[in-house]
Nanobody, 126 residues
């Protein structure tokens, strides 16, 4: 079965950087778009970034544009989220998501993804 395992979350001071990783197994990774979402306490899960199956197209939420970068290494079956200039409002559990449609388009909402990781906590202190 498909598994997504995130890593890299931790506590960091405002202005700092983190890189999250999501390792995929159980299917041909390079066929599927991938995304990152986040969920803060008391809030709904929100879109952060998405990347096409080839890596040639990316899309970002306005709140992270210019600070976060999504990338993928299809040889390593891994998608990354580089987060720079972190702010306290970036504090959340970050989830990796995988599309269930081969060669599909980027998904911007949770229902467009079929597979989810367990989440990794990012805490940004001021």
């Amino acid at each position: 079965q498909v598994q997504l395992v995130e890593s890299g979350g931790r506590s960091v001071r405002a202005g700092g950087s983190l890189r999250l990783s999501c390792a995929s197994s159980g299917r041909i990774f390079s066929k599927y778009a991938m995304g990152w979402f986040r969920q803060a306490p008391g809030k709904e899960r929100a879109f952060v970034a998405a990347i096409s199956w080839s890596g040639g197209s990316t899309y970002y939420a306005d709140s992270v544009k210019g600070r976060f970068t999504i990338s993928r290494d299809n040889a390593k079956n891994t998608v990354y989220l580089q987060m720079n200039s972190l702010k306290p409002e970036d504090t959340a559990v970050y989830y990796c998501a995988g599309s269930g449609t081969a060669w599909g388009v980027l998904g911007l909402v949770p229902k467009e993804y079929d597979y989810w990781g367990q989440g990794t906590q990012v805490t940004v202190s001021s």
